[in-house]
């Protein structure tokens, strides 16, 4: 759903909001030759997990229509379909 990644559309947006530093979002260039035969270069994102907080503000900020392209979870987290969050409980 990532734009450059799947719509081959420039898109740094995650990067861009990430607030820690250095960035939990890096990007590195790949050029691609579109079905209309045009090259374009795009910056595709990755996520580097041991610099991420949880903050989240990369997946409310991503201009991906209805599910966002990044989705930022907690280890053993899951989610509703309405997007409540649900923890699995803890074994004593």
Request: proline share 8%.
């Amino acid at each position: 759903r990532c734009l450059p990644w799947s719509m081959e559309t420039p898109c740094v947006v995650c990067e861009e909001v990430c607030p820690v530093s250095p960035k939990a979002i890096g990007t590195y260039d790949e050029e691609i030759r579109r079905w209309d035969g045009t090259i374009v270069v795009l910056n595709k994102p990755y996520i580097r997990p041991e610099l991420c907080i949880g903050c989240g503000i990369c997946e409310h900020e991503c201009p991906v229509i209805d599910d966002a392209a990044v989705y930022v979870t907690a280890v053993g987290e899951t989610r509703s379909k309405t997007r409540s969050l649900l923890l699995r409980s803890r074994q004593t």
